[in-house]
């Protein structure tokens, strides 16, 4: 049986559903090449090298959870990644805030990393809050260290940390919500050195765990997803989808 991108992207949206992207993003199938698919090669981002390696394994499709194309484009050549994927016939299927906020997504797989348990939604419907054992934001600092990557770094909380919520990637600025919701500490990929701040102020643990480590693991949980929804299909994780980022 032939399966078409358009075959993977209803499953996709079915995961992912595009109702749930904020109004400024850009989902969906963002590459067409026309071909019908054999493999699929999963990834947060798409750059050069997941490309090079898609292309390697005879991956007709990315599934990403960045989108490739974002802003919209005035020129295109080879040497832009939409072009290069163009130019070796490789479709790309990108799901981002939909992939943040669905059930299974993104700040899910990130609740269950951290031990987050009776999960509520918050943060425009992408970050998770709940409970935990009784912890230390230091705790949670080595636990992403080990499990998401390194570059960790945190603020402690003036009390113990019991409640955690989690937004994936760029969720710094919603500190203050989460402390509204009763968190003790808020885990995320990016916060700027004034949230940090006032989270030292407020009392509030802040861990800082890297955009790449906090949403990383989502391109497996796709890749198993996927497999058990096309099992005549090649389905891989990208090897070469790396933290952009060296750490000392």
Request: hydrophobic share 40%.
């Amino acid at each position: 049986m032939i399966v078409t991108v358009q075959d993977v992207l209803a499953e996709m949206r079915r995961i992912a559903p595009p109702e749930l992207a904020q109004s400024w993003d850009n989902v969906g199938l963002l590459v067409d090449a026309g071909r019908p698919v054999s493999g699929i090669l999963t990834a947060l981002d798409i750059t050069p090298a997941v490309v090079s390696e898609a292309d390697v394994l005879g991956c007709e499709l990315i599934v990403s959870h960045h989108p490739v194309i974002f802003q919209p484009l005035k020129s295109l050549s080879v040497k832009d990644v939409p072009g290069m994927l163009m130019h070796k016939g490789i479709s790309a299927i990108c799901m981002h805030t939909n992939l943040d906020a669905a059930e299974g997504g993104v700040n899910d797989t990130l609740a269950d990393i951290l031990g987050i348990r009776d999960t509520q939604v918050f943060a425009d419907g992408c970050g998770r809050i709940g409970m935990v054992d009784e912890t230390t934001a230091a705790h949670l600092a080595k636990l992403c260290q080990t499990t998401l990557g390194p570059g960790v770094h945190y603020v402690e909380a003036d009390h113990p940390v019991t409640r955690v919520a989690e937004v994936s990637g760029g969720g710094g600025s919603y500190w203050q919500e989460a402390l509204e919701l009763g968190a003790d500490c808020l885990v995320t990929g990016e916060a700027s050195h004034h949230v940090a701040c006032d989270a030292k102020r407020c009392g509030i643990g802040l861990v800082v765990a890297g955009h790449w480590g906090t949403e990383h693991p989502i391109a497996a949980v796709l890749k198993n997803r996927l497999a058990q929804a096309f099992p005549d299909l090649k389905v891989e994780s990208a090897e070469t989808d790396r933290d952009p980022y060296t750490y000392f």
